[in-house]
């Protein structure tokens, strides 16, 4: 039963560090509850959201997978976990991984184009079914029904395994204000 605490408080501490950092970037004097805004609206610094993203993303390794779940209390579904995080984040993103395959920036998907916090979409046939935050040095982080959690993959993952989606897209959802450092 510890272990689980832990696990809870460690994440409460990191949503509360990425949440003092971006209030004190901002300028303000005190964290604010978050409120969604629309992608364009972030004023802050594109890479300190970046890993302000990969952060919360790694905190939540290990949680239980859950179809249709969004909380590390009741675990994720991989849609579930990007929308958590990056509501967290005050980033609204749709709920499936089908319509999170089309917010934000379009990205060839390629890894020497790829920044963390980018979202990778995975499925067969056009039909995205699988969704997860690119992290750093060729990996990710997903709610994977098959390991029963959310973990952290390479992104050239090669199994004979009928469950594992093929990569097939990568979406820009963290833009800051440079736009030419963060364009596609």
């Given at each position: 039963?510890?272990?689980?605490?832990?696990?809870?408080a460690a994440r409460t501490a990191t949503l509360l560090a990425a949440t003092l950092l971006l209030a004190h970037e901002a300028?303000?004097?005190?964290?604010?509850?978050?409120?969604?805004?629309?992608?364009?609206?972030?004023?802050?610094?594109?890479?300190?959201?970046?890993?302000?993203?990969?952060?919360?993303?790694?905190?939540?390794?290990?949680?239980?997978?859950?179809?249709?779940?969004?909380?590390?209390?009741?675990?994720?579904?991989?849609?579930?976990?990007?929308?958590?995080?990056?509501?967290?984040?005050?980033?609204?993103?749709?709920?499936?991984?089908?319509?999170?395959?089309?917010?934000?920036?379009?990205?060839?998907?390629?890894?020497?184009?790829?920044?963390?916090?980018?979202?990778?979409?995975?499925?067969?046939?056009?039909?995205?079914?699988?969704?997860?935050?690119?992290?750093?040095?060729?990996?990710?982080?997903?709610?994977?029904?098959?390991?029963?959690?959310?973990?952290?993959?390479?992104?050239?993952?090669?199994?004979?395994?009928?469950?594992?989606?093929?990569?097939?897209?990568?979406?820009?959802?963290?833009?800051?204000?440079?736009?030419?450092?963060?364009?596609?």
């Open positions: 039963m510890l272990d689980p605490l832990l696990r809870q300028g303000a004097q005190r964290p604010q509850p978050p409120r969604p805004k629309p992608f364009a609206a972030f004023s802050g610094s594109a890479q300190s959201l970046r890993d302000s993203v990969v952060a919360l993303a790694r905190a939540q390794v290990g949680t239980p997978y859950r179809l249709g779940g969004g909380s590390p209390d009741r675990g994720f579904d991989c849609s579930g976990l990007v929308q958590f995080i990056l509501r967290a984040l005050q980033r609204d993103v749709p709920r499936t991984a089908q319509q999170q395959a089309f917010v934000g920036a379009e990205v060839e998907p390629d890894t020497s184009r790829l920044r963390p916090g980018d979202l990778l979409t995975f499925g067969r046939d056009s039909r995205v079914s699988h969704v997860g935050i690119y992290v750093g040095d060729g990996r990710f982080v997903h709610a994977s029904s098959t390991a029963g959690r959310v973990v952290e993959s390479p992104i050239a993952r090669r199994s004979s395994s009928r469950d594992l989606k093929p990569w097939t897209g990568v979406r820009r959802v963290l833009l800051g204000q440079d736009a030419g450092q963060d364009a596609p």
